[in-house]
């Protein structure tokens, strides 16, 4: 009796499955439908591969064309945006949890201006207020006119063209302040989770609160906090596309260029999303795996 019911539940699982997978696969053949008949749109498909690659006479190879560069420059603002986030985002997340007022109020200040703010509104806020006034006080305008060569291909690789360095600083600190909002929750929510009594007892021993945090706390809370920080990196890299308002050439914006120089407006976007998808569908199923060998060593 039991195996029946629940082959008829695996039954009817599958059912819905097929339901959903066919009413999308519908929807797709609807839209493509109607964009063809009533715009009356010719589909061409062929101009995006000069977009990603090009053949460089120079070097005499293939060298990565807009759609690429964008991609790259894309990645660079992800990790660099979230390796500052997560720096911000400790430091934030154990004020948090400080027995004094001061730290746990300050960065609740920060958490909440931050979280409830619109994303665009933050953006523009600290790119004309805030990044217009401190990147001339770092000197990065002048790191592109007195670096050596060997500086310049350093940074080049790092962080894309010397000559935008200025506006790709401004994007990875501007993203890292937002996102480092949520792992300062993060890093709370892992921090708490620790239970008491392990706290207590490496007080007991004579251990300090900066060794309790750093022994026996942020070793279990780092664990627990992977999960929620992988996808907090994915998210990141969609929340990228933001800064091409402020004309930072990541994919988005490079894909705007494109869109309005070939007129082919529904192919790049279309590209563009599956672009975005493969990549943060293939980092969910990485995080997924890391998720797993993390669950079986904790156990």
């Not at 990065?140 to 200025?166: H, K, M, Q």
């Not at 007892?201 to 992977?226: K, T």
Request: proline share 4%; charged share 15%; net charge positive.
């Amino acid at each position: 009796m039991r195996t029946s019911k629940y082959s008829i539940r695996i039954r009817s699982a599958h059912l819905i499955d097929v339901a959903v997978i066919s009413a999308v696969i519908g929807f797709v053949v609807y839209v493509a439908y109607r964009v063809d008949t009533v715009l009356v749109y010719n589909w061409y498909w062929g101009f995006i591969p000069d977009y990603v690659l090009r053949w460089d006479e120079e070097i005499g190879r293939y060298a990565p064309n807009l759609l690429l560069k964008g991609l790259f420059t894309t990645f660079r603002l992800a990790v660099w945006s979230l390796l500052l986030a997560s720096l911000i985002g400790v430091i934030m997340g154990v004020m948090r949890t400080s027995k004094r007022l001061f730290p746990r109020m300050i960065s609740r200040l920060y958490v909440e201006f931050v979280r409830n703010m619109p994303p665009v509104v933050f953006l523009f806020i600290f790119y004309f207020f805030i990044s217009s006034q401190l990147i001339p006080i770092l000197g990065i305008d002048e790191i592109s006119v007195r670096a050596s060569p060997t500086t310049l291909a350093v940074l080049e690789i790092a962080f894309g063209p010397p000559e935008l360095l200025s506006n790709v600083i401004s994007g990875i600190i501007c993203l890292a302040i937002f996102e480092a909002a949520y792992i300062t929750e993060i890093v709370r929510a892992g921090i708490q989770s620790i239970d008491r009594g392990q706290i207590e007892a490496g007080q007991s021993i004579g251990l300090s609160h900066f060794q309790v945090l750093r022994w026996i706390v942020l070793p279990q809370a780092v664990q627990r906090m992977v999960p929620p920080l992988a996808g907090q990196f994915i998210t990141l890299i969609k929340d990228s596309s933001l800064v091409s308002l402020i004309s930072i050439q990541e994919l988005t914006f490079l894909a705007q260029e494109v869109a309005y120089s070939t007129q082919y407006v529904f192919e790049i976007w279309i590209f563009v999303a599956v672009m975005y998808f493969c990549i943060c569908y293939s980092l969910a199923w990485l995080f997924g795996r890391v998720e797993k060998r993390l669950s079986v060593y904790r156990g």
